[in-house]
């Protein structure tokens, strides 16, 4: 009995053992392994572009085309087969939409007809109606005599009555005046002492930033995300690129100028941008290329660093403070 109590315990021991495992080698994958990039793109007579990027040797693919002016293609495949495609995407979308609005043109259709119809049966009905109610009103008309109204007891009002009621309704419009004129001054006032407070919470405000951001934790914490951000910038932009470029102007001192200029800027594209210069007609062609790599690891190794740092949790912590 106890040895099989320890073969199941040993058998869920190697299962969990190995779940762990491959939980484990999923994530060093998804952190270590790069999502690999490359594109290429020329100017002539139009811009034709081509982008790709894979993961896991091609595993999973996405794949983006852009050519003179047309729709830009996006493709993605996992282990090879397509799972989405935006051009096949939007052909489905057009063809739903012309049937239904070609159900809703037949609906409408039958709609009008009932509708009009409807009206006519209406009509019919109406003019029916109106017929039996003008015969019902002559009958009336002829049925009843004209007579003289009787003039009533209280139509001639008492003069007193009406002055004092005129005096009261003056002084009542005086003292609505005079209210609105007070709280009118009354309003002035309270706006002003408003405006004034809120300057004057603005000015404390701007105050304690000023002091947050002159502190020295402050400028270690920025000094921290800028490195960091220089430190993504550099993994995520491409290793290699070539562009070559054709390039020229009428004015032949505009091209000496853009010559200058990459002569200048040299120490930092070390030749991989290449000027076939034209100086008596204006040229504009080209190609580049370029691909690189990058990985989970990078950005989580940023987030990490700027998590645990203490300046940056300190400049968190004042922040709330004067939020609240």
């Given at each position: 009995m106890v040895s099989i109590l320890?073969?199941?315990?040993?058998?869920?021991?190697?299962?969990?053992?190995?779940?762990?495992?491959?939980?484990?080698?999923i994530l060093l994958l998804a952190l270590f392994v790069p999502v690999r990039y490359r594109g290429n793109g020329s100017y002539q007579n139009g811009f034709t572009a081509k982008l790709?990027?894979?993961?896991?040797?091609?595993?999973?693919?996405?794949?983006?085309?852009y050519q003179?002016?047309?729709?830009?293609?996006?493709n993605l495949k996992i282990f090879g087969i397509t799972i989405y495609d935006n051009l096949r995407a939007d052909s489905k979308k057009a063809k739903h939409k012309k049937?239904?609005?070609?159900?809703?043109?037949?609906?409408?259709a039958g709609e009008i007809q009932a509708a009009s119809l409807e009206n006519h049966s209406s009509e019919d009905m109406f003019s029916k109606d109106d017929?039996?109610?003008?015969a019902q009103s002559e009958d009336l008309c002829k049925d009843t005599p004209t007579g003289t109204r009787k003039p009533a007891a209280n139509d001639l009002p008492d003069e007193s009555v009406n002055d004092r009621n005129k005096k009261l309704g003056i002084v009542q419009k005086i003292k609505n005046i005079l209210t609105k004129f007070v709280n009118f001054f009354k309003n002035i006032k309270f706006t002003f002492h408003k405006v004034c407070d809120t300057i004057m919470k603005?000015?404390?405000?701007?105050?304690?930033?000023?002091?947050?951001?002159?502190?020295?934790?402050?400028?270690?914490?920025?000094?921290?995300?800028?490195?960091q951000f220089m430190y993504i910038l550099r993994k995520i932009l491409p290793q290699k690129y070539r562009v070559n470029l054709h390039l020229g102007f009428d004015d032949p001192a505009v091209m000496g100028e853009v010559l200058a200029v990459w002569g200048m800027l040299y120490p930092l594209h070390q030749g991989n941008i290449d000027i076939q210069p034209e100086f008596e007609q204006t040229v504009m062609e080209g190609n580049f290329s370029f691909q690189g790599h990058v990985s989970a690891f990078v950005f989580v190794r940023a987030a990490c660093i700027?998590?645990?740092d203490k300046d940056i949790k300190r400049l968190f912590k004042h922040l709330r403070r004067s939020e609240t």
């Open positions: 320890l073969t199941v315990l040993k058998m869920i021991g190697i299962t969990i053992l190995i779940i762990l495992g491959l939980i484990l080698f790709r990027a894979s993961w896991l040797l091609h595993m999973i693919s996405i794949r983006g085309v003179n002016e047309q729709p830009f293609c996006v049937a239904k609005s070609t159900k809703n043109k037949t609906e409408s017929s039996l109610g003008e603005i000015k404390d405000n701007i105050n304690y930033y000023l002091k947050v951001l002159q502190s020295d934790s402050t400028k270690r914490a920025l000094s921290l995300c800028q490195k700027l998590f645990f």
